[in-house]
């Protein structure tokens, strides 16, 4: 088995068959100009990944989408685990598998495949607003909560422990009386939850009397314009949009037929609160903006260049995890997804096929996995995938052992944590701060994680004036061109390139 040393000895040799001089070699021929030797370079990385990662699978003789029918009923196990009389799975126990992968084949139980109608960040995003709500009702709408429930909380109110929570250390602002309802107020949402059921489960207890609920709409009108910042301010009129979507989520979970009356009524006043929520916005009510905001082609290199300049291992990973989003236009989740065989070398290009995305979950649409190409950019290193992916593999040489794990292995909320730590420590730099501030205009609380995948999709569709076509950067980026245009109009080699070639 081979050693990291060996593994990087074989990254750094140019493979047989390369023309042309290496890239720290020098040259008789005053007439080879500097873009031709950056190319080089970029076709040499290409070519050492492409031999590592090919010798590193050289061991698997056969293809592992066709079954071994020389293994016999060995391979009938291995290819069709159905067999068994009983007819559970029989699993191959000396087959390496990675822990994404695993975590998801664990899922697929009659109780993992109810826990995933839902996406579980949507579920926990629908459990916290509900919470929320269910506890306001108690103190101000108590009619409309079950007894039980009520019972339930008033026995929280009643026996809720403070010391506990006075005795941790705390250097916030909050006098004790504030931090002692916060506490309150969080123990009431906790058994909230617990009648509410996790993911997958079903709420066999009751928590809201529906009936009573939305005879009146106002009730929930009343609580939406109670909602505010801790300031006093309103909220944004797609939050109150994601309210309102998650009161549908508690009626979905409850199987409770909605009333009509109710549901025209609720949309009356919804129009209403977000056009006062807009007119805020407007007269000085927080940012314009949606979401974080999304950065431009230079401070991007910017963000890169400092990723590079730290010389650490977090920094290597968030320059490799800053240019594989940006240069996919994909959402952070689906960066922390790709295997190493996904990498699919394609001359001086690097195909990436996503078969799972946040806008494609069900696999329905099989022009969401065409692969995405990425080209090398041998004029500015801070915006070249091919080398920045290269010193991450060069740096983690064990991945390559593996041809079907992870690109970036180990938990995806530790991945997502990871780059959010590394930009932050560029974030919270006093004089790196002011270069954000007064060299690009850009708030630096207003950047994060999302601005990676915006400003690829901003730099495709609006960076130039000879860009790509608007479909062309919606298929690049997974968003939907609409129903008919979806079907009638699919990706091509040329547009899905030109959109690296022109935005990247």
């Known amino acids: 088995k081979r050693t990291k040393h060996n593994i990087i000895m074989k990254l750094r040799t140019p493979r047989l068959g390369t023309t042309g001089s290496s890239p720290g070699s020098t040259t008789s021929s005053s007439s080879r100009s500097t873009a031709a030797a950056a190319s080089?370079?970029?076709?040499?990385?290409?070519?050492?990944?492409?031999?590592?990662i090919n010798d590193a699978a050289a061991a698997d003789d056969e293809s592992p989408e066709e079954p071994d029918d020389a293994l016999g009923d060995a391979g009938d196990v291995n290819n069709n685990n159905a067999n068994n009389a009983d007819g559970n799975y029989t699993y191959n126990e000396d087959e390496e598998v990675n822990g994404f992968l695993q975590l998801i084949r664990d899922e697929m139980t009659v109780e993992g495949i109810e826990k995933n109608t839902r996406a579980k960040s949507t579920f926990n995003t629908h459990q916290n607003e509900n919470t929320r709500v269910i506890v306001w009702l108690f103190y101000n709408h108590k009619h409309v909560i079950h007894d039980e429930l009520c019972s339930d909380l008033q026995d929280v109110i009643e026996t809720v422990d403070y010391d506990t929570m006075l005795s941790r250390k705390y250097r916030g602002k909050k006098s004790v009386e504030e931090r002692k309802n916060v506490y309150l107020f969080q123990q009431l949402r906790d058994k909230v939850a617990e009648f509410l059921g996790t993911p997958g489960s079903t709420t066999n207890k009751n928590t809201v009397i529906f009936d009573e609920f939305v005879a009146d709409p106002k009730i929930y009108v009343d609580y939406l314009a109670k909602r505010r910042k801790g300031n006093g301010g309103l909220m944004k009129p797609s939050v109150y949009k994601s309210y309102r979507a998650s009161l549908s989520f508690l009626f979905w979970r409850y199987e409770f037929q909605v009333p009509e009356q109710f549901s025209s009524r609720l949309k009356t006043y919804m129009d209403g609160i977000k056009r006062l929520a807009n007119k805020a916005r407007q007269c000085g009510e927080g940012n314009i903006e949606d979401g974080k905001r999304p950065l431009n082609f230079e401070l991007f290199l910017q963000f890169n260049k400092w990723f590079l300049e730290?010389?650490?291992?977090?920094?290597?990973?968030?320059?490799?995890?800053?240019?594989?989003?940006?240069?996919?236009?994909?959402?952070?989740?689906?960066?922390?997804?790709?295997?190493?065989?996904?990498?699919m070398w394609k001359g001086d290009a690097t195909g990436v096929p996503f078969s799972h995305s946040k806008e494609e979950q069900l696999g329905d649409n099989p022009t969401k996995r065409l692969p995405r190409f990425c080209f090398g950019n041998p004029f500015i290193q801070a915006a070249d995938f091919i080398s920045g992916i290269f010193l991450y593999i060069a740096t983690n040489p064990e991945l390559i052992d593996n041809k079907d794990g992870p690109l970036f292995p180990g938990a995806k909320d530790s991945h997502s944590t990871k780059f959010s730590n590394t930009l932050k420590?560029?974030?919270?730099?006093?004089?790196k701060r002011a270069i954000i501030q007064k060299q690009y205009a850009f708030d630096p609380d207003d950047i994060g994680v999302h601005s990676w995948r915006k400003a690829a999709q901003t730099k495709m569709s609006c960076g130039s004036t000879a860009g790509p076509t608007n479909s062309a950067a919606c298929i690049r980026g997974g968003h939907s061109i609409g129903a008919v245009r979806d079907v009638?109009?699919?990706q091509e080699k040329a547009s899905d390139q030109y959109c690296t070639a022109v935005g990247f």
């Open 40 to 52: 080089h370079l970029n076709h040499l990385i290409n070519n050492n990944l492409t031999a590592a």
């Open 310 to 343: 730290m010389g650490t291992y977090e920094g290597i990973y968030a320059l490799a995890y800053s240019l594989a989003t940006f240069n996919l236009a994909c959402r952070g989740d689906s960066t922390l997804m790709i295997c190493l065989k996904h990498l």
């Open 425 to 431: 420590i560029i974030l919270k730099d006093p004089v």
């Open 488 to 490: 009638y109009v699919v």
